[in-house]
């Protein structure tokens, strides 16, 4: 009976410990992926593995596949094998119990498998290597076909994880920017020019939308438009990876008819028109795991702003937002962001300078929703907003046609 009781006391320590052993057996995979790429001795390997593969992930030829089996994969699994074998006997050392042998036994199935592969014996991919087109948008936690094909395809110094995303996450190496096409909008506001700097230091190629001829320095293309002039963007668009919707208005306590056309008018359709304009570019594989749109909707969304119409027009904008990325054709972030110092508010508590590179830090490490501020309540109450209302419409809507409706306004406002 004791020897039963002991052994039920230990089944959750063990259950939690061969969990954790997978997850570890994954991360040190990750991290010898890594060393692939920037340690010496490994990259010849890692590089033929990279060959094997055509753009759609099909085999270069069986024989290239087998010796990037043989140079790559086996070296990567028989040192997943050793670490975790090593994990797993020190933790029985330290009273942890069996678990941990988990992933040393899930690190053999991929050693496995690796030489089955090497030897011809198995001619079927892992999932991550599948060809054909990509189905789907990059997946947030775990690894899909569309988020592993961006490493081989899009930027080999980023998206290094298997199955997990943690190791990108915490290295910063699960969005890529260099060399990225990145069109801002409000381009001439506070954060607009802050995100404008940032991404040139990142290695974008940064395009301007603004109302004005400002100077944004060497290397940035200016594009002058208008709300009500979204249609016009569509062909410079086509060639964009990621586009910012940052440009808004803010009425503050104007109630008047013109007051509330022109807060909904900026901040919310001329956002909503560009964001599907913006989808009807995403036209063939390659652009669902490389095409993005981060739309500013603050964190009015959850929060009292002190200025009525600037909170109802970006609390729809927000609702369209996640209505509209249920089954998107790519990549939606949202921006919430607290306040920050702008001509629109200059008693900001944030500088758009830090609040510019609190986004791209999080964008890197995949975060759909990008919340920056002060503010304790926000990072509480908006997750579970979000969460209510997208289940809210997931159960009660579906995929459509859209008609985008025609605007009257022609003004952009560039408070952001």
């Known amino acids: 009976m004791n020897h039963l009781v002991e052994l039920n006391s230990q089944l959750p320590l063990a259950a939690v410990s061969a969990i954790f052993s997978i997850v570890l057996a994954e991360v040190i995979r990750d991290l010898f992926h890594i060393a692939g790429h920037y340690w010496q001795p490994l990259q010849a390997g890692h590089l033929m593995h990279h060959k094997a593969y055509r753009a759609d992930l099909s085999m270069v030829s069986l024989e290239a596949y087998r010796q990037a089996q043989w140079h790559n994969d086996v070296p990567e699994a ?22 941990l042998i988990i992933g040393c036994l899930y690190s053999l199935l991929f050693l496995t498998t690796s030489v089955a592969r090497a030897k011809g014996l198995l001619m079927t991919t892992d999932l991550t290597h599948k060809p054909g087109d990509l189905p ?56 607009g020019r802050s995100l ?19 100077e944004f320095g060497k290397n940035v293309e200016v594009i002058k438009w208008a709300v009500g002039q979204e249609s016009e963007l569509a062909n410079r668009l086509q060639k964009v990876d990621i586009l910012i ?3 808004g208005a803010n009425a503050h306590g104007d109630r008047t008819p013109d007051a509330i056309h022109r807060s909904f008018e900026v901040n919310t359709f001329s956002a909503w028109r560009l964001m599907e304009i913006f989808f009807g570019t995403v036209q063939q594989s390659k652009h669902k795991a490389i095409k993005e749109v981060w739309i500013n909707t603050s964190e009015a969304e959850v929060n009292p702003a002190f200025s009525p119409l600037y909170e109802m027009s970006k609390r729809t904008l927000g609702d369209l937002i996640t209505l509209r990325r249920l089954g998107s054709p790519c990549v939606v972030r949202k921006l919430v962001l607290g306040a920050f110092k702008s001509n629109l508010n ?57 008609s985008l409706p025609k605007s009257k306004t022609g003004v952009e406002r560039e408070s952001h």
């Open 78 to 99: 028989i040192f997943m094998v050793l670490s975790t074998g090593a994990i797993a006997c020190l933790g029985y050392y330290l009273g942890l119990g069996y678990g």
């Open 136 to 191: 789907t948008i990059p997946t947030e936690w775990t690894v899909n076909r569309t988020y592993h094909w961006r490493h081989h395809f899009d930027c080999g110094e980023a998206y290094f994880c298997s199955t997990f995303t943690f190791v990108d996450k915490i290295w910063g190496t699960a969005l890529a920017l260099k060399g990225k096409t990145i069109a801002v909008t409000g381009a001439n506001g506070a954060l």
């Open 196 to 214: 404008v700097g940032q991404l040139q230091d990142q290695g974008a190629k940064v395009i301007a939308l603004t109302t004005s001829n400002s």
């Open 245 to 247: 919707i940052n440009h």
């Open 346 to 402: 200059p008693i900001g508590i944030m500088s758009p300078d830090f609040v510019a590179w609190a986004i791209l830090e999080l964008a890197k490490r995949d975060f759909r929703d990008i919340i920056v501020t002060f503010n304790p309540f926000t990072y509480l109450f908006f997750p579970i907003k979000e969460l209510g209302r997208s289940l809210y419409f997931r159960l009660f809507s579906k995929d459509a046609p859209v």
